[in-house]
């Protein structure tokens, strides 16, 4: 490791094969308490037919064992526990423990959501207090908290618009998607039946007004915007955007992913959104878990509230009361009422800033215009326009030397980071996507501005040993054409 | 900080939002509360629910036991509080324990290959049907109405706006699928049969006869199971082309209704029309092995309108709940487990079975649910029970029209005998009430 290095030195870690490798036969993990019921023979009860002896292949190994292997295995990874990642557009902010405890509490953790709602007001409860607070901060009029997902939502939210389209006579047939839109847009628009129709940016890498006025006709349905965009920058020209498609007929979707910069601040609803997503896994601190549980809540304008997903949430006497049946619902996006517990951390969240979200968006936002600032005069800065909870740089002057974003980031990794965001939006070539998000001191951003540097100076005077990292991880870089070409996708006995 | 950004104050930062769209007051929020407060807050949400009940609800969610192991191993910050694992050099831990995971449901359900998740067993069950339609380019689907009502629904929701036709079969006395009905309605058109095994009447489907009936015109059979507990003692759908499962029997509480971890299991030739992650293993250049994302060309950040699902985040850590679950218990574990199921459920349709006017309908085999027929609305029955402090059958009469004095009951091996028996004797009492 080279003496540049501040925040990360070399540590023993455990090695630890798959579980399958330690199994053997007549170990437990796990004790049942006594049958107190006649016990019956599977194969008696059911039949031949129907019954099966024992999983074969199932591991058989020790509570000591399933402990120390996970934990092993845990000791791999990174995680924002362990710092800071500016990964941009992910924002990966600290995940509050209170958020754990209160989801694990009986009578939060074990409720069913079948059971009568005369016992699960709490539960009601808690869905009512967290749309309520959503619309607030978003400055809509109606909420449905049941997509899993910020993908799943984007499908809510085109399965909406499609919805009050067809009510006024006409789905309509395009969806426009700027091309430095998240790959979850397109995908979303196709299955929700829709084609998808690209718009350029402009050379400020925003939407292209006098190009969207031209692809706007009696055919586009829609209009997927992430604003401010996935370059960082607020659209300044947004309520116009809105009225060149209200005037057409058509609906403005928002993209919420980048809601970091803009709680407390503005609201969507006020510029012109009819209709967004929220992602709780990024502004709302669920944790990633490495790659899920999220949420993706839906909330819309009130003429998209005759379309919500069933079952709707509403008010009844005084309660909050769950609507199965609306005639005009699109349906159902998913059994049951949505990811609760997610909800539940969700809301944890909220409860903890209350109005003060507002300074949560405001350190957000200085510390990624703080990283701009120390990292301009080395990374290429292809967008001048003003950054607000994230700054996209590129590799250009890095490439001279042959090295890139991808190398870049992996060096990262040496001086104890997570990389940023690589190769995302398309529309910047070789980009570097930061965004640290509030929960980053001062100390935390200066050390990965002074990796950054270091790195940028490394890729002038030792390219190679960027080219060719990371060098002290427990496996360098993977193999992934071999992964793919032949794929070994489980273990085999 | 701000003086580094060349700002007097923070309202700077935001100057390039249009003044017209900055907020002037602060928003109306409830808070700020600190740790202590929040978790009075939740408390008391908590008593306004079902503490002190005992339910017999099944019907896609199950109560079984979670061992504390697997909240210490969830709750370990480098499993928790990472991303999702496109670095792979810093995500081994992760992506290993998927590549765990998918090893375990291809055992669990017979299949070949599974994924790395899905959102949950509803969706897992749609996508499935368009993996299907994408496999047999046909756009007709036949589906079981003992199929989950709300998968069903799920599944009518997507399929609006994709041209795909959905046919539904009923179910014979002995609580399965008709399957004569089932043969007349499969054509050169149908791109998958989709049945639920153990089905929502709780009765299991004969699978290897269905298979033949979908493979006759060459659609696929698609399974669903709700309840993976019940793989410990049933046969394995192995004769499906694509199995999609709920994984939330092992390791994940109820939650009201989420979040849980569906899965896609199939036959490894279908796996480039798979949608969600996959973990695949490989090595590094020194011959290290180690495990990457793979076959990402499916997926919505490189295929984009083309990817064969728009998922992105999943469920991962339910995922890992239910991979450290399923190691604790191991092959004997589950498979004592199911007995233990299949034991309690049996002996709570004997006890009902022998109350005045109670039927139970089905004569198929069933797991750990069956239905039972009351002579009068189970509603009201369920009313009194209530008061003793009983959920009791969940009303299939809300789907089912012509089931409305029909319930749904559930009894897993967290149900005490003497809440059985208290059951019985509460119900023996609700139906001897005046009407």
Not at chain 1, 301 to 317: M, R, S
């Amino acid at each position: 490791m080279s003496d540049g290095i501040k925040k990360a030195g070399r540590h023993v870690s455990q090695n630890e094969g798959l579980i399958f490798e330690k199994s053997a036969p007549g170990k437990r993990g796990i004790e049942l308490p006594p049958l107190d019921v006649p016990a019956i023979d599977p194969g008696s009860a059911l039949g031949a037919e129907y019954a099966r002896d024992a999983v074969e292949g199932f591991p058989e190994v020790s509570e000591i064992e399933v402990m120390r292997h996970f934990t092993r295995l845990s000791t791999w990874n990174y995680s924002i526990d362990l710092g800071m990642y500016p990964l941009g557009s992910c924002t990966m902010k600290y995940n509050p423990r209170v958020n754990e405890f209160v989801a694990r509490l009986d009578g939060i953790a074990t409720e069913h959501p079948f059971q009568p709602q005369a016992v699960s007001r709490g539960c009601l409860e808690i869905m009512r207090t967290l749309q309520d607070c959503l619309l607030e901060i978003t400055g809509m009029d109606a909420c449905t908290l049941e997509p899993s997902s910020g993908a799943q939502g984007e499908l809510t939210g085109l399965l909406l618009i499609r919805a009050y389209l067809e009510s006024k006579g006409n789905p309509r047939r395009r969806v426009l998607i700027p091309d430095s839109a998240h790959g979850t847009n397109p995908a979303t628009a196709v299955i929700a039946g829709y084609e998808v129709e690209n718009i350029r940016s402009d050379a400020k890498g925003q939407i292209d007004v006098e190009a969207l006025k031209r692809e706007v006709r009696d055919d586009v349905a829609a209009l997927m915007i992430t604003n401010p965009s996935t370059l960082g920058v607020f659209e300044p020209r947004i309520g116009e955007i809105a009225e060149i498609l209200h005037a057409r007929g058509a609906l403005l979707y928002m993209d919420g992913a980048n809601m970091n910069a803009l709680a407390g601040i503005s609201r969507p609803g006020d510029f012109g959104v009819d209709v967004m997503h929220l992602n709780l896994h990024k502004t709302f601190s669920q944790p990633h878990g490495g790659g899920g549980p999220g949420a993706g809540p839906v909330v819309v304008k009130k003429i998209l509230e005759p379309f919500l997903p069933v079952p709707v949430l509403v008010e009844k006497d005084g309660q909050p009361v769950l609507e199965t049946h609306r005639h005009t619902s699109i349906g159902r996006v998913r059994a049951f009422c949505g990811n609760f517990g997610v909800l539940v951390r969700a809301l944890a969240y909220t409860l903890a800033y209350g109005p003060g979200i507002r300074q949560a968006t405001e350190d957000a936002v200085l510390n990624a215009n703080y990283i701009r600032r120390q990292l301009e005069d080395v990374y290429e800065l292809p967008y001048k326009s003003a950054s607000m909870h994230e700054v996209v740089f590129s590799d250009a002057r890095q490439k001279k030397n042959g090295v890139t974003t991808m190398d870049i980031a992996k060096r990262l990794i040496d001086y104890g980071f997570h990389p940023y965001t690589t190769a995302f939006p398309l529309i910047v070539p070789g980009a570097l996507m930061i965004e640290p998000t509030e929960s980053e001191s001062k100390e935390e951003c200066d050390l990965f501005v002074d990796a950054m540097r270091s790195i940028a100076e490394e890729a002038a005077t030792n390219p190679e040993i960027v080219k060719t990292a990371p060098h002290s991880t427990r496996v360098g870089r993977l193999d992934e054409v071999t992964a793919a070409r032949k794929p070994i996708l489980r273990w085999k006995p | 900080m701000l003086a580094a950004v060349g700002a007097q104050s923070a309202s700077e930062l935001f100057a390039s939002i249009p003044a017209e769209y900055r907020l002037q007051r602060p928003l109306n929020l409830p808070g700020p509360l600190s740790e202590a407060e929040i978790i009075a807050w939740f408390r008391a949400r908590a008593a306004e629910n079902s503490v002190g009940y005992t339910s017999f609800l099944g019907a896609g969610v199950y109560s079984h036991l979670r061992s504390v192991v697997t909240d210490a191993i969830l709750q370990r910050g480098e499993f928790l509080t990472s991303y999702t694992p496109y670095q792979a050099e810093i995500s081994q831990g992760t992506l290993q324990a998927i590549f765990e995971f998918q090893t375990l449901m291809c055992e669990l359900t017979g299949q070949e290959v599974a994924n790395a998740s899905m959102w949950d067993g509803s969706t897992a069950t749609t996508e499935a049907v368009l993996m299907a339609e994408r496999l047999t380019r046909r756009h007709r689907v036949v589906v079981a109405r003992t199929l989950h009502p709300e998968y069903r629904q799920v599944l009518t929701t997507y399929a609006r706006n994709l041209g795909l036709a959905i046919e539904e079969i009923g179910y014979i006395e002995t609580g399965q699928l008709d399957a004569k009905a089932l043969a007349a309605a499969v054509n050169d058109e149908t791109a998958a049969v989709v049945v639920q095994s153990p089905n929502f009447f709780g009765t299991i489907e004969r699978i290897p006869a269905l298979a033949e009936i979908a493979r006759a015109k060459q659609a696929l059979l698609i399974v669903t199971v709700t309840e993976g507990v019940s793989l410990g003692a049933v046969r394995p759908p192995a004769e499906a082309d694509i199995v999609a499962m709920e994984t939330q029997s092992f390791g994940m509480a109820p939650s009201y209704g989420g979040p849980y971890a569906g899965v896609i299991a199939a036959r490894e030739k279908y796996v480039r029309q798979m949608p969600g992650r996959l973990a695949g293993q490989t090595t590094d250049s020194a011959g290290r092995r180690g495990f990457v994302l793979t076959l990402a060309t499916r997926e919505q950040h490189i295929r984009r309108e083309k990817a064969t699902s728009n998922i992105c985040t999943n469920q991962a850590l339910c995922a890992l709940a239910a991979t450290v679950h399923l190691c604790l218990l191991g092959k004997e574990g589950l498979r004592e487990l199911a007995a233990q199921n299949l034991a309690k459920a049996h002996f709570a349709a004997a006890e009902l079975g022998k109350i005045p006017g109670v039927r139970i309908p089905f004569s198929g085999p069933f797991f750990n649910e069956f239905v039972v027929e009351l002579p009068r609305s189970v509603r009201i029955v369920n009313d009194a029970l209530l008061r003793e402090k009983i959920i009791g059958p969940l009303p299939l009469g809300p789907w089912y029209p012509e089931q409305t004095k029909r319930g749904l009951v559930c009894v897993t091996e967290t149900i005490p005998r003497a809440e059985i028996e208290r059951f019985a004797a509460a119900l023996d009492r609700a139906l001897a009430l005046p009407i």
